[in-house]
């Protein structure tokens, strides 16, 4: 009955607004306004796009201004301030740009409508502006090139050789990360045919560097300190994305990727910047990868560096949650493999001096 | 009509073909296998016009999800049926088919099918004076080739395992591999084949208007005299001849790693519980390849957008375009560049930094032309003496979009500030106003201005006035506030963000954007009412209803095929004639010689008379041999 009231409201609906439009028709065919120009059509129009314009503004202004702390993100690297400098540089260029050429379409819309009696200029061209507006846009875009250009290359540029090397890997639908250990200090080798429901990062345990790396369930990094993450994915693109430390880097199939990064804000320091001790920092994917892409979050945490140090012994490494897969490793290796990951104590030099 | 068309047809079968002026056919080879190109142009029309339509309601579906998430979606299960979960939700999956072929068919089923295969096909023969596209045949199955392409998407759309859904972009492994995505089974396979058809009537349409504009321009339209937008469809075709076979081969390769073991974009992939074979292969490759095409394609879709709004400008401002030269030298210089930019989809895919920084500097060259661009608009309104058409307050949103939109370009365009906006929703602000809604205005203000010669009838100006401004101001609702949900970080493609706790600030904004959505799309209903009731209801069109000077209002009201029922005009001067000092009145067509509008001629065209007559012997001289 519900649904048969509605249909019949909306059916009455669509026959009164067809009759106003018959009869807005036939007033319009009676007063002959159709075969006029400067109609009050025009002048509304004219005048709309000026309320366009000023209500159009208002709005941007009212809340680029009220909201700014809403959808601005708070940064936490060294590179993500000189991006956001170039970001705000390009916004007040471009944001002038906007300005004037917006005013100007819709002023000179509404100044030149038609008027009975006047006749348009005729002015095919003018060399001088035209040159004017060509080389000014591209001078002031070879500026924000070179600036652009100066950053982009810091970015990429070689990571420092005792930079923090932790690897990240993208899998439908979560990250993996993987420390290189702190016996060795060295990530051990992978293979992709290696890969098992347990050994997620198919690590080949005949590499001596893999027994003590270890991969905690959230990720942790050190404050002040170069972070090079090495990335990789196990079967379609992600893109790893950490939206306060204005990074982004996708993660390919067959083809390792790296970013490198210093973060400048402990967790705790940005819980209080922000007066949300909720607060998470959190990695997550920006490559559409499958039917749980919106729910690949990890939860990042930075430390302090004697903090980070301290966590990163304390954690398990992978060989020791998983000592069935001793097995695995060369015999030669076992009693190394146990020492380094940590299944007995042991020093892993004199281990060496007795073989 | 069509009564009344196969009763001609009964007397005059026999020699139906051999008058070529009054072609009168039977049902099917006036409206359906027809090789009259104004008939192909609206095929392509009405077609373009139902994708846009299905487009537009699937985006209002993910809207929906996006701007309501605890909504009940129970009431859209007899529509989509299992897409619906038990809880009455929309599924996930699903969601990133809707967001794959919402993107497909607007990108290349109604802003390059819809958009050039109309107006290309329409106005080429029209403006340049010439009886029908170089193949008619050719354009026919141009058309033909387009509709099997759109019949096979379609069905894409009902199977069991859902459409594509590995984005717009099918970036392999995901769309290679069916146990990634659903998506990725049947739907793929039906997605490559659609593509690859759509492909080759894009061809066959881009060889067609190349050849018909150098060879078939009639008497004296010289390069120089062409309008611009024949300028803009000659260039926007050979950009497609060049980009759209790249395209094929990278749906080639994907087609061999999905169903016959090749490992061209795939290496050291383990998924559902085994490693696969394939080793040595590059995502990256297929990137560039599909970003060869895909780049070019944003000014295949743009640049016919551009030729129309600058014919619709300076006819409606009553003043020739301002800088003709520039204007074609910019679109010259845009589709060159066009074609050396594609990597700056790719600053954050682990290309070489090097070729980042190579090609972000070529990326914001073309700011340089853009920018020229809306400088001449802008010049050509100044002093104007403007008629607000339905087509021009649509030219005149195009314009607020192409800045709106292409400033943020530049943003993106440099690598070090897309670090953080890659792949957000302030991406998508920026395309779908630039690209999106800068072309789909383009075609409106199109269709509005060319449906008197399409169909000689006058659409409803009222009703198109309330059509501009609440699209217009309905894009703006929606594609602007996705600036700031994209600044604050927000990633695409996301089915929802209630598991984030630092992404989930703007509900209230993205309700906002989806029922600024809703009412846009609900918009369209009165364009689609004063097209088809227009079409048969309308006021009678006279000849030249808006004063213009282009040769297409010189056929008759209803021009049959050939167009111009006698000798096809001579033209003498360019299109743009617009309120030259001292002329009678406020427009000259091309077709007037200069020797008869002796008050108004420069100096400069006084000396053009004695070539007039010149021509004409000429003329003479052939005839006689």
Known sequence: ????????????????????????????????????????????????????????????????????????????????????????????????????????????????????????????????????????????????????????NDITSEAQSDAEIIEIMGYQFAWGVRYPGVKDNALGEYNYQMIDAVNQFGMDLSDKNTYDDFMPIEMHIPKGKEVLLKIRARDVLHSVFLPHFRVKMDAVPGMPTHFKFTATKSTAEMRAELENPEFNYFVTCTEICGRGHFSMVMKLVVDEPADYEKWKAEQPTWLKLNPDYLAKVPEANRELAKIKSGMVEGDENNLKASL | MAIADIHVTEETHSDGHEHHDEHHGNFWTTYVFTIDHKMIGKQFLITGIAWALI????????????????????????????????????????????????????????????????FSNFLIPLQIGARDMASGFMNMLSYWFFFASSVIMLISLFIETGPASGGWVIYPPLSALPQAVNGSGLGMTLWLAAMALFIVSSLLGGINYITTVINLRTEGMSFSRLPLTIWAFFITAVIGLLSFPVLFSAALLLIFDRSFGTSFF???????????????????????????????????????????????????????????????????FIAILSFIVWAHHMFVTGMNPFLGSIFMLLTLIIAVPSAVKV???????????????????????????????????????????????????????????????????????????????????????????????????????????????????????????????????????????????????????????????????????????????????????????????????????????????????????????????????????????????????????????
Request: aromatic share 18%; net charge neutral.
């Open chain 2, 266 to 332: 795939l290496s050291d992939i383990y998924i559902g519980g085994e490693a696969l074979p394939n080793q040595g292969g590059s995502p990256i490759l297929f990137q560039h390849l599909f970003w060869f095409l895909g780049h070019p394609e944003v000014y295949i879709v743009l640049l016919p957008a551009l030729g129309i709004t600058s014919e619709v400008i300076a006819t409606n401002s009553r003043k020739p375009i301002f800088g003709y030269k520039a204007m074609v030298g910019s679109i010259l």
């Open chain 1, 1 to 152: 009955m519900f649904q048969f009231i509605v249909i019949f409201g909306v059916l009455l609906l669509l026959i009164i607004l067809y009759t106003l439009f018959r009869i807005s028709r036939l007033v319009s065919v009676v007063k002959g306004s159709d075969k006029k120009v400067a109609t009050t059509s025009n002048k509304v129009n004219a005048a709309l796009f000026m309320f366009f314009l000023f209500g159009a503004f208002g709005f941007f202004f009212w809340y680029s201004w009220t909201y700014f702390d809403d959808y601005t993100l708070p940064v936490a690297s060294e590179h993500g301030i000189v991006t956001d400098t170039l970001f705000w540089t390009t916004m007040a260029v471009t944001g002038i740009v906007f300005l004037i050429t917006n005013v100007l379409l819709f002023w000179f819309s509404y100044a030149y409508q038609h008027k009975e009696g006047r006749k348009a200029s005729f002015y095919p061209d003018n060399h001088k502006i035209e040159i004017l507006w060509t080389v000014v846009p591209a001078l002031v875009l070879t500026g924000l090139v070179f600036t652009g250009l100066r950053a982009w």
């Open chain 2, 375 to 625: 400088f001449n608009y802008l010049a050509t309104l100044w002093k104007g003496n403007i008629r607000f058409t339905p087509a021009m307050l649509f030219s005149i949103g195009l314009v607020s979009f192409f800045i709106s939109g292409g400033l943020t370009g530049i943003f993106l365009g440099n690598s070090a500030i897309d670090i953080q906006l890659h792949d957000t929703y302030f991406v998508v602000a920026h395309f779908h106003l630039v690209m999106g809604s800068a072309s789909f205005f383009g075609l409106l203000a199109g269709v509005y201005h060319w449906f008197p010669k399409m169909y000689g009838r006058m659409m409803d100006a009222k009703l198109g006035y309330i059509h501009f401004w609440l699209t217009f101001v309905g894009v703006y609702m929606v594609f602007f506030p996705m600036h700031y949900i994209g600044i604050a970080g927000y990633p695409r493609r996301y089915y929802s963000f209630t598991n984030f706790d630092t992404l989930n600030n703007f509900t209230d904004l993205n309700m906002f954007v989806s029922v600024a959505a809703i009412l846009t799309l609900g918009a369209q209903f009165i364009f689609l009412f004063n097209f088809f009731y227009s079409m048969y209801r309308g006021r009678k069109a006279t000849t030249n209803p808006w004063q213009s000077n282009t040769l297409e209002w010189t056929t008759p009201v209803n021009p049959g095929h050939g167009n111009w029922p006698g000798k096809i005009p001579t033209v003498y001067r360019w299109p743009y004639d617009y309120s030259k000092p001292s002329a009678k009145e406020d427009f000259i067509p091309q077709t007037i010689p200069f020797s008869e509008t002796p008050e108004s001629n420069l100096p400069h065209e006084n000396d053009m008379i004695k070539l007039e007559t010149d021509s004409d012997q000429k003329v003479v001289v052939v005839d006689e041999k």
């Open chain 2, 55 to 118: 487009g537009g309601l699937l985006s209002v579906i993910f809207r929906l999800q996006l701007g309501f998430p605890d909504m009940q979606l129970e009431w859209l299960r007899p529509i989509l049926g299992e897409w619906i979960t038990a809880e009455g939700k929309l599924d996930a999956e699903f969601y990133l088919a809707l967001v794959t072929m919402h993107g497909t068919i607007m990108v290349f089923f109604v802003l390059t099918a819809g958009l050039s295969g109309t």
